[in-house]
């Protein structure tokens, strides 16, 4: 974490009560205006869900920052996966999976941030995981977005109505999202624009091809993945 000293945050709470309050906020706010846009201004349910899937990827910032326990990710990761397999069959969240939807993107999406924690928190290396949700909630979720709005050069992958507008989209985001984070923990501009350009080629090749809703697992642990290798491996 050379380059975090250069940012001046201020201490997060040590408490474990207070971590848990200030995520469970945090969501709470995220979902309870995402009920809001759908009960109260009938928006489109696409958009809710969308605004569900990148403020909650926000969380593993305010994870990171408060430095939660291991076992209190994974714990809150298998919650919330639980509740969204529920929510398939039951209205229990409408915002976040509508009742029948074939895909399991909402539960791979809660997964792949258990597996991440897991897998990063005692390596301390939470960068990593920290680029993995971050480039499945942004990457993933704008360029479906600007997809749906602006995509006019569409394409097939596997059966699957793409646009080169939102594979591009996902390709600039998620390049940006690797470069920031990179920068700011590690340096070294040019070997994090190499790792962060490379991946995020690789990526949005990968989420064209995903169908499902398996893109919300591969995108994050394949880029969390890359992102280990290139910085602690290759370009050291």
């Not at 298998?78 to 993107?105: D, E, H, N, Q």
């Not at 597996?115 to 990593?128: C, D, G, H, S």
């Not at 989420?207 to 491996?233: M, R, Y």
Request: with cysteine.
């Amino acid at each position: 974490m050379v380059f975090l000293s250069m940012f001046a945050f201020p201490s997060p709470p040590s408490s474990i009560t207070a971590q848990v309050l200030l995520v469970g906020i945090w969501l709470g706010i995220v979902i309870g205006s995402a009920e809001l846009l759908k009960r109260l201004i009938n928006t489109d349910p696409e958009i809710t869900r969308k605004v569900v899937h990148i403020g909650t990827g926000n969380v593993i910032l305010l994870a990171w920052w408060l430095d939660v326990p291991t076992w209190v990710g994974i714990t809150a990761s298998a919650i919330f996966s639980m509740v969204t397999l529920l929510s398939y069959r039951y209205p229990i969240l409408a915002s976040v999976s509508g009742v029948g939807r074939k895909s399991l993107g909402t539960f791979f999406y809660a997964l792949s941030i258990g597996i991440l924690i897991a897998w990063f928190w005692p390596l301390q290396l939470p960068q990593y995981a920290a680029i993995g949700i971050l480039t499945m909630t942004w990457g993933d979720g704008l360029a479906a977005l600007i997809g749906q709005r602006f995509g006019r050069h569409p394409y097939q992958a596997w059966g699957m109505k793409k646009s080169w507008e939102g594979s591009l989209s996902m390709a600039v985001v998620t390049c940006l999202i690797i470069y920031g984070i990179l920068w700011v923990t590690q340096g070294n501009v040019m070997a994090t624009w190499m790792s962060a350009v490379a991946i995020s080629i690789i990526i949005s090749a990968l989420e064209a091809f995903s169908k499902w809703g398996i893109d919300n697992l591969t995108v994050p642990l394949a880029s969390a993945a890359l992102g280990f290798v290139f910085n602690e491996f290759w370009l050291t």
